[in-house]
């Protein structure tokens, strides 16, 4: 009779646990399809993050630069913002597709 007893515990103990683990990896608000698109998703904005901390980097030495120079501010503002002096003409080089050949 004790035995019966201990192997229907065990059994009740591990049926718990099996259907504990069952609803954890399938139909808990955290399941585990959850946790690996999380995942992918977090190492796609890590990847995003040093792109961009790349970029601010390239703006602020830019940046630098043109600030300690007159000449290169001029420079900077005729290339990147197409302005010029008054009584000026540009002209802007385009391709087929209507997009600066010099960028």
Known sequence: MLNRLLRFVRNFY?????????????????DLPTQIRNWWQL???DGDA??????IKAV???????????????KFARE?????KPGEDVFVIVDEQNEQLEK
């Open 14 to 30: 591990v049926a718990t646990g099996l259907g504990l683990l069952v609803w954890m990896t399938f139909f808990d608000a955290n």
């Open 43 to 45: 190492r796609k904005l």
């Open 50 to 55: 040093a792109y961009y901390q790349e970029k």
């Open 60 to 74: 602020q030495t830019e940046r630098r630069e043109v600030l300690g120079n007159d000449r290169l501010r001029e």
């Open 80 to 84: 990147k913002y197409l302005m010029k």
